[in-house]
């Protein structure tokens, strides 16, 4: 027999692109006991969880339930469940994300059409309407936060150009829910996904998700009921079945419906952590949360620049949460990152792909969108780039981001 010690985590401090540090409140809730999937007070709960992400993702839609997984089981789900073998589907690209987007449509057995636009900026409305007028798509699927890039792409025009020329509208909302403006009705918006472990502020896990009434009369038409629970009243539906089981969202949205049919068994901690979440952003106000987070990443980024580091992208189009940044050539990124979670047990990001070596990510975001977490990282930063033999402007971070947080404030 093996086994180990006690878990006991290190008191990290979570200051990169996500997962962060969870609230409190999250992991309370996370430890309450188990119940019964059909204990009416879980019923109740589940209730509860789509009401209170109605009023997160701003939305009227009925349709708003939780995919048990981390993010991208509620990316898949979307896709997988809207898009049929042959559709066309339109994914713009401008950081990893786009990427995973257009790869789960491709199995999903959609035609992807994509364009890229370099890493660090954002597509523009009227790129997507020529590729939408071009290739007559069924589905644009468009990231909103990109945490590979740090970028926020501007999603307020799409909707319109997407209902006029017939296109469902899915965006990927993971890394930028709570920390910066998002309007899923107002945007016209068809199906959105997200996680927690980024503002939102809990653990990986769970997939909120919203769809509006066109997005579900599709999946309606492709219903189908498991053999071993189907009765007579059950009519299958007269498009293509999903081919997933577990991503079928029309079997998903039976069991968090009147009907309560079974599907999986519901992640009784997941949920808890999602109501949670749902429940704290919302007490403190949403308009809140963002000003928070606009605050504690414009003073992360104000005092990076203070110290003498540049910034990577175009800062126009940059999230509240998360900023990257330029790593000084006479540093090794690897070692500084390693010596910041020894030393410090404060972990900042790395990057991919083409980033990959060039920035750090460092985020700002949930629980840990605050001024004291903003000057530990900064100060921890510049102690061991000036060990490192970086030049940067000794003091200056701190001054910086303090004065413009408490101004902010
Ligand atoms: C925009 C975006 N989409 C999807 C994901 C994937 O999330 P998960 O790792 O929870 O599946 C991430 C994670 O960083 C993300 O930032």
Not at 33 to 38: A, D, E, F
Not at 216 to 224: F, N
């Amino acid at each position: 027999m093996q086994t180990f010690e006690h878990l006991s985590a290190p008191p990290r401090m979570l200051m990169g692109p996500g997962p962060i540090s969870a609230y409190p409140r999250v992991l309370r809730a996370l430890s309450n006991q188990l119940i019964g999937q059909y204990d009416p007070a879980m019923t109740n709960y589940m209730n509860q969880t789509m009401e209170l992400y109605r009023q997160v993702f701003k939305t009227k839609n009925d349709a708003t339930v939780l995919v048990d997984g981390t993010s991208r089981a509620g990316i898949e789900a979307v896709l997988v469940s809207l898009i049929e073998p042959g559709d066309t589907v339109l994914v713009p690209i401008f950081g990893r994300f786009g990427h995973l987007l257009s790869e789960i449509a491709q199995r999903a057995g959609a035609q992807v059409i994509s364009f890229e636009v370099e890493w660090g900026t954002v597509v523009s409305d009227s790129a997507v309407e020529q590729a939408i007028i071009k290739h007559k798509p069924k589905l644009l699927a468009l990231v909103q936060g990109d945490t590979s890039t740090t970028m926020l792409q501007p999603l307020q025009g799409i909707g319109e150009i997407c209902k006029k020329h017939g296109v469902l509208f899915y965006s990927d909302a993971t890394a930028s829910i709570v920390g910066n403006p998002f309007e899923t009705d107002l945007w016209q918006l068809d199906a959105v996904s997200v996680g927690l472990q980024k503002c939102l502020g809990g653990p990986s896990g769970s997939a909120p998700i919203t769809l509006s009434p066109n997005a579900v009369e599709l999946i309606r038409k492709r219903k189908h009921v498991e053999a071993g629970i189907r009765t007579q009243s059950h009519q299958s539906g007269s498009a293509s079945r999903i081919s997933s089981n577990y991503f079928d969202l029309g079997m998903i949205l039976d069991y968090w419906g009147e009907e309560r049919l079974n599907h999986h068994t519901e992640a009784t901690s997941m949920l808890y952590a999602a109501r949670e979440c749902a429940q704290l952003n919302l007490e403190e106000g949403l308009d809140e949360v963002i000003k928070r987070h606009q605050l504690a990443g414009g003073a992360m980024a104000a005092g990076l620049r203070a110290m003498g580091l540049n910034l990577f992208g175009d800062q126009a189009h940059k999230m509240n949460n998360v900023v990257g940044v330029v790593i000084p050539s006479e540093v090794n990124g690897d070692a500084i990152r390693m010596a910041m979670l020894n030393q410090f047990n404060i972990e900042i990001g790395t990057s991919f792909g083409p980033l990959h070596g060039k920035i750090w990510r460092i985020g700002t975001m949930g629980y840990n969108a605050r001024l004291d977490t903003v000057l530990l990282t900064l100060v921890a930063l510049e102690a061991l780039l000036v060990q490192a033999g970086a030049v940067v402007h000794k003091g200056a971070a701190y001054q910086v981001a303090s004065a413009f947080y408490l101004e902010g404030s």
